[in-house]
């Protein structure tokens, strides 16, 4: 399997995930699956009365999947995450539209969050009550306005944001956190105006590598970072693990 970073535990308990959807949920510390290492995971997720343990497995070795499917880890997404230099590019003929989100902003960023992340593994796992998907990404996109991220670029049409994009910096890489375009605004190339503009604030903060994780079945999103100088960097299977208690 692959390590663990020095001292992290098997498995973590994750409080924020947990109390938003009710449910003892934690997470599996490891890539790869080993018999003993399997046997150990599920003997803690009974000891801590777990219902959900997500697991993020390489894509690339058989002896974890044939272990995923013997004990009973449900497959509900593709992780890909794609990659480029943060280089000098040319301004987009609609940038000028790019601006930081404002306060009076929230409630459009949060009708598009509602509707616009049904391809993430969540709505994809029969136990997550649809709702409260709908509220994750809505309350991802609050919380990314204050503070979470480091910055959320919108992009105006007419009077309102009609799209957002949330940027993170970690010393020299920047990171796309959430894109989402308004339903009756998409088509409009609004997408690419805002990959553009988190480019640009990348490259303003002395960012070196960009990078965006994205879902394997969100071809749309793909294109579109492909279209803008992305290439594929890797790919990575998640999975959760239901018990019955």
């Not at 690419?192 to 604030?201: A, C, K, Q």
């Amino acid at each position: 399997m692959t390590e663990n970073p020095a001292n992290a535990p098997l498995c973590s308990y994750l409080d924020w995930d947990s109390s938003f959807f009710e449910r003892r949920i934690a997470r599996l510390n490891a890539s790869r699956l080993e018999p003993a290492i399997t046997q150990q995971a599920l003997q803690w997720c009974a000891q801590n009365r777990i219902d959900c343990l997500y697991f993020l497995a390489d894509s690339d070795d058989p002896q974890t999947k044939r272990l995923a499917e013997q004990n009973r880890f449900q497959f509900v997404d593709v992780r890909v995450t794609y990659e480029r230099a943060v280089a000098s590019i040319g301004k987009d003929k609609t940038e000028a539209n790019v601006r930081l989100a404002r306060e009076e902003d929230l409630p459009f960023l949060a009708e598009i969050a509602r509707t616009g992340h049904h391809d993430s593994r969540f709505y994809f796992d029969e136990h997550f009550d649809r709702l409260k998907c709908d509220q994750l990404y809505e309350t991802w996109i609050r919380n990314s306005f204050h503070g979470f991220a480091d910055a959320v670029l919108v992009a105006d049409s007419g009077q309102q944001a009609a799209a957002y994009i949330t940027c993170k910096l970690t010393g020299s890489e920047a990171q796309i956190g959430l894109i989402g375009v308004h339903q009756a605004h998409r088509g409009k190339g609004l997408g690419s105006t805002l990959v553009t503009g988190f480019l640009s604030w990348a490259r303003e903060r002395g960012a070196v590598q960009a990078k965006v994780v994205t879902q394997g079945r969100n071809a749309g999103a793909q294109r579109l970072y492909q279209k803008n100088g992305f290439l594929l960097a890797s790919s990575q299977l998640w999975y959760h693990r239901w018990f019955s208690r």
